[in-house]
Each structure stands twice: as structure tokens, then as C-alpha cells.
């Protein structure tokens, strides 16, 4: 499985970006997919997960509750990430990840993707 992410870009503060991944390569609507961001300096953050049959089965931290919506359309393989309400703090490079378990925990992800740098200005 390959992902491709995208959809980063520099924004300002309270700003929203819309960050897109689709997946080649797989049976895409059997994998959870899954975001991880990491800042310079910082170690990596699970973000927002997303299991196959989308809808409730969603993970979102709660330093990104209320402002980011994980989601998903399996027809065209793509998870999207919105982040809306954007702080300079959630400035950080962006991955996607995917794994063939359907599990929300942060560990055991099985193919990652490049990331796309998302950078909040104050």
C-alpha cells in the first residue's frame, strides 16, 4: 500500500486547512488509516484514526478535539483530515499512515505515507 498525502500549506491562525491521503496499491476500505503530526523538536503525535467503516469509529486526540474531523470516502481511497480553528502550536509535518487492523490505538500501523508541512502563523 502507498500513501500520498497533501494538502498542507502555510495558513494563519484560526485558518483552516484540509489535508487529503489516498491510498494505492490495497483493499483500501478494509484498512483503519490514520494521522500522526510531528513538530522540529518534538516527537511524533497521533492525531485523528479512522477505522474502515468510518462513522463513529473515529479516534481524535483532545489537544485537537472540536477543531480537526477525520473522515473518509472509500471510492475514491482518500482519508481526509479538516482541521479548522488552527493554532500556531498545531504547526508540525503531517503523515498518514494505514494498517490492516481495525484498531484505533496508535501502535501496529503497517504502511506510512510521506508527509505535507502545515504551518500556522500567528
Known amino acids: 500500500v502507498q500513501l500520498q498525502a497533501s494538502g498542507g500549506g502555510l495558513v494563519q491562525a484560526g485558518g483552516s486547512l484540509r489535508l487529503s491521503c489516498t491510498a494505492s496499491?490495497?483493499?483500501?476500505?478494509?484498512?483503519?488509516l490514520g494521522w500522526f503530526r510531528q513538530a522540529p523538536g518534538k516527537e511524533r503525535e497521533f492525531v485523528a484514526a479512522?477505522?474502515?467503516?468510518?462513522?463513529?469509529?473515529?479516534y481524535v486526540a483532545d489537544s485537537v478535539k472540536g477543531r480537526f474531523t477525520v473522515s473518509r470516502e472509500n471510492a475514491k481511497n482518500t482519508v481526509y483530515l479538516q482541521m479548522n480553528g488552527l493554532k500556531p502550536e498545531d504547526t508540525a509535518v503531517y503523515s498518514c499512515?494505514?494498517?490492516?487492523?481495525?484498531?484505533?490505538?496508535?501502535?501496529?500501523?503497517?504502511?506510512w505515507g510521506q508527509g505535507t508541512q502545515v504551518t500556522v502563523s500567528s
Open positions: 496499491g490495497g483493499t483500501f476500505s478494509r484498512l483503519t
Open positions: 499512515a494505514a494498517r490492516r487492523e481495525s484498531s484505533l490505538s496508535p501502535l501496529g500501523y503497517d504502511y
Open positions: 479512522i477505522k474502515w467503516s468510518g462513522g463513529r469509529n473515529t
